[in-house]
Structures are given as structure tokens and as C-alpha cells.
């Protein structure tokens, strides 16, 4: 049973950098057919999709937050990580990495961690 | 303002059928597969139907997923007290180049 865990501070001051690792047991993420994701659920907003790394290294961002992210895959570590910089209180949310199948049309997370709370204040 | 649209609350009482509805348009629910999220209080979103009507694993019979057009449907029949929850369609938007989720849908059950 894959599991995936996520770690990071759950505290960054505004205009600094967040960085989060999500750890992933159970299952590798070298298998091709996976596309490692991060969404976060905002704050009486509902979920927001941020973007997914494969693998190889390839990645996507949702457009409206591209400029700040960095995502990357650590194959040796089976671990996941996000660089958001540039934080705002607008930033302040619950960050879930979680794995995607990717095929066609379509696109769905399969599983999920259990997510980090992330709040921006001095 | 999300670009899929659903009811913000629904409810029902146990044993009854509940249907939440997803609205969107061309781009996304009109050219893609739509799945459906699960969210319990407190907890991560956990994934229910995928490919509009395709179940995830381990997800009762009791859950359904339909799409027409430029919208789709999650119905829960014969519905329990452990089904309150928030739920959440989701599809690709081939306009906008992202995954997107609609608002979600409160569901009580009394």
C-alpha cells in the first residue's frame, strides 16, 4: 500500500520561500506511469492543483503559480519536494502531495498524504 | 470563482439518493474525464470516481458517476451518516493548461 507523507515548516514569514518534501513508501516513483502532484486546499476556497513532476524529471505548473514554483523528484530518496517562492498570506493553506495516473484525457489523484499546514505571518 | 460549477450545499436523509451536479464548459468536462473527491472532515481528499463512472478502488457500489456534455453527476443512493462530506469534481481545462476542482458540494446527511 503506497504511502506518502509530507514534511515541512508549517510556518514561513511572507516573501520567503516554502519548501516541502513528500516522502513516498510503498511504492517507487521511477514507475513511469505516475505523475507526482501537489495541490493544496485553500482556506475557504476550496482545492487548488499546483503542478506534477514526473519521474524524469519533466514537470507542469498550473499557469497561475508557475513563476514561483520549483518542483522536483529524488529517485534515490523515493522523495517528492516544492520550492514556492515569494510567500503571501494569500499562500496560507493545507499543501498535499498525492499521485497521479495520467492517460488520455484524463488526469485523477490516487492517492494522497495527509497533507501540511502551511501559514505565512512574521 | 471556480470554472466548474457545483451546489455549495446538498442533503438528504439515510437511505435516500443524493445527486451533486458539476457544470463546466467545452474546455474542460466537454473535452476531458471528470472525477469526483471525497473529503471527510479533517482529512485528506480521497478519490471516488475517475474517468466519469469509473470507481476507484475499495469505493461501495453505493457511488455513481455520469457526464453529458459539458456536465457531470455524482449520485450516492441508499445514503449514511458516513458519506457527510465535502465533494469535489474535478477535470483537466485545456483552455486554462491545469488540472482545475470545482467549488465543492457540503453534503449533510439529517
Known amino acids: 500500500q503506497v504511502r506518502l507523507q509530507e514534511s515541512g515548516p508549517g510556518l514561513v514569514k511572507p516573501s520567503q520561500t516554502l519548501s516541502l518534501t513528500c516522502t513516498v513508501s510503498?511504492?517507487?516513483?521511477?514507475?513511469?506511469?505516475?505523475?507526482w502532484s501537489w495541490t493544496r486546499h485553500l482556506p475557504g476556497k476550496g482545492l487548488e492543483w499546483i503542478g506534477y513532476?514526473?519521474?524524469?524529471?519533466?514537470?507542469y505548473f498550473n499557469p497561475s503559480l508557475r513563476s514561483r514554483i520549483t518542483m522536483s523528484a529524488d529517485t534515490s530518496k523515493n522523495e517528492l519536494s516544492l520550492k514556492m517562492r515569494s510567500l503571501t498570506a494569500a499562500d496560507a493553506a493545507v499543501y498535499y502531495c498525492?499521485?497521479?495516473?495520467?492517460?488520455?484525457?484524463?488526469?485523477?489523484?490516487?492517492?494522497w498524504g495527509q497533507g501540511v499546514r502551511v501559514t505565512v505571518s512574521s | 470563482q471556480s470554472v466548474l460549477t457545483q451546489p455549495p450545499s446538498a442533503s438528504g436523509t439515510p437511505g435516500q439518493r443524493v445527486t451533486i451536479s458539476c457544470s463546466g464548459s467545452?474546455?474542460?468536462?466537454?473535452?476531458?474525464?471528470v472525477c469526483w473527491y471525497q473529503q471527510l472532515p479533517g482529512t485528506a481528499p480521497k478519490v471516488l470516481i475517475y474517468?466519469?463512472?469509473q470507481r476507484a478502488s475499495g469505493v461501495p457500489d453505493r457511488f455513481s458517476g455520469s457526464k453529458s456534455g459539458t456536465s457531470a453527476s455524482l449520485a450516492i443512493s441508499g445514503l449514511r451518516s458516513e458519506d457527510e462530506a465535502a465533494y469535489y469534481c474535478?477535470?483537466?481545462?485545456?483552455?486554462?493548461?491545469?488540472?482545475?476542482f470545482g467549488a465543492g458540494t457540503n453534503l449533510t446527511v439529517l
Open positions: 498525492a499521485r497521479g495516473i495520467y492517460g488520455g484525457s484524463s488526469y485523477y489523484l490516487d492517492q
Open positions: 510503498g511504492d517507487s516513483i521511477n514507475a513511469g506511469l505516475y505523475f
Open positions: 513532476v514526473h519521474h524524469s524529471g519533466d514537470t
Open positions: 467545452r474546455s474542460n468536462i466537454g473535452s476531458n474525464y
Open positions: 474517468k466519469n463512472n
Open positions: 474535478a477535470a483537466w481545462d485545456d483552455n486554462l493548461s491545469s488540472l482545475i
